[in-house]
């Protein structure tokens, strides 16, 4: 029977600060799936302490998935780009060990309304299935706009399904294999972490379906062209089918008004249809632990000394792989750690939190002392050299592309 399948599972992924996401998500959808089962990727050290509550759904740790030198792996990449990178590994582990038909990934910070029918029957016949960010064009200049999706990716990959079948199994060898080498944040060099590579799975892969189902994956990126209206205790979208699930990517829990941090197109004054919907899922979030698990310390983000690891240490690591190999990173007392000390990569502050500074505004001193310098460099080397300089500059901003910095090869 559709909707209540035994051998149709879901998971996600999070470190222990999503827990409370974890929790709300799980149980959103076995509300609408109560034969079927979920699971739980968590992104983070076992050995620093289990949930003190007992979890809605069946736990993996990441190091359980047995990813060759897996600590290099979680050294290299953020905790963003773990996370989503270890997706395609997850996936294959879940359908390997867990004599599953049927599986979807659903990010964390997604709520399911009503049964995913349609997913359930594509996945009887399709290898996997994909939804895409827009159903329609974007004609205002507000984010995100067209060409952001250009850069991060056509689909999605909050939701992906995948089948227990030959085709689907080659396909998430392959996505695998991109994702744990080459699976970092950096658009301006065509990559997103696991997301981007989707954009060639139609092309690739004949049995990948495309769900173009305005209920599914609803979310800030598509608001232009989705609305959601309650009728008889339905919510449904644009008046006709029934909402599948929202995606409340980049919800602010203190500030409801910006939908998400990640947009500027609307305001949850202007879209009153979703008011009742952010805030009873916020209300969730709380009852799932949001205050308790928020601020938990993630794992592989220290050294073993306690001094954090930053980005620009993650990237230096990266692309030193073959300076280091056989070395773990995380060791204090370790050569990656006294050359990253050495060439003053460190933070000065080695316990703060996490995050970066806010991009200054033009008018910024330091901004303006740049551009200075620019003008200064126009005159000096005429404009056809300063194009030239230019282009070295956006190369080599890319921190991947710094490895000349730090090493004479």
């Not at 395609?88 to 582990?93: E, I, N, Q, T």
């Not at 359908?95 to 997913?119: H, K, M, Q, T």
């Not at 306690?306 to 993650?314: C, F, H």
């Amino acid at each position: 029977m559709l909707g209540d399948d035994p051998m149709f599972a879901a998971c996600t992924i999070v470190s222990r600060n999503y827990l409370h996401f974890a929790r709300t998500l799980c149980r959103s959808f076995l509300a609408q799936h109560p034969h079927s089962r979920f699971f739980v990727l968590v992104v983070d050290r076992a050995d620093e302490g289990r949930s003190p509550c007992a979890e809605p759904f069946e736990t993996v740790w990441v190091e359980e998935l047995g990813l060759p030198d897996f600590r290099s792996i979680a050294f290299k990449f953020s905790i963003l780009e773990l996370n989503t990178n270890v997706k395609p590994s997850f996936l294959k582990w879940l359908l390997a060990n867990r004599g599953l038909e049927r599986l979807i990934y659903l990010d964390p910070d997604i709520f399911v309304y009503s049964p995913l029918v349609e997913v359930e029957t594509i996945l009887r016949t399709k290898d996997l299935v994909l939804t895409p960010h827009i159903l329609s064009p974007i004609e205002d200049s507000k984010r995100p706009a067209e060409s952001d999706f250009l850069r991060s990716g056509v689909f999605n990959l909050g939701f992906i399904g995948v089948s227990n079948r030959a085709g689907s199994l080659g396909f998430l060898d392959w996505w695998e294999r991109r994702c744990l080498s080459k699976g970092f944040s950096e658009q301006s060099a065509g990559l997103f972490v696991d997301q981007k590579w989707l954009d060639l799975a139609p092309c690739l892969f004949a049995g990948t379906e495309i769900l173009r189902s305005p209920a599914y994956n609803v979310a800030y990126w598509n608001l232009h062209e989705r609305r959601i209206d309650s009728v008889g205790g339905r919510s449904l979208v644009n008046g006709a089918e029934e909402l599948r699930f929202f995606h409340f990517s980049g919800v602010d829990v203190k500030n409801l008004s910006r939908i998400s941090k990640y947009q500027d197109r609307f305001s949850l004054a202007e879209r009153t249809d979703l008011t009742q919907l952010f805030e009873a899922y916020v209300a969730r979030l709380r009852e799932n632990g949001l205050d308790a698990t928020s601020t938990a310390r993630y794992g592989f983000g220290y050294f073993s000394n306690g001094a954090r690891i930053n980005d620009l240490t993650r990237r230096v690591y990266a692309f030193s792989l073959d300076k280091f190999d056989g070395v773990d990173p995380f060791d204090a007392d370790g050569e990656f750690f006294r050359f990253v000390k050495r060439a003053g990569v460190l933070s000065p502050d080695q316990t703060s939190a996490t995050g970066s500074a806010a991009f200054p505004g033009a008018g910024d001193v330091r901004v303006r002392l740049i551009h200075g310098c620019l003008r200064l460099a126009l005159r000096i080397l005429g404009p056809d050299r300063y194009v030239l300089l230019m282009r070295y500059l956006a190369h080599v901003s890319l921190s991947l592309n710094q490895r000349s910095v730090f090493w004479r090869d």
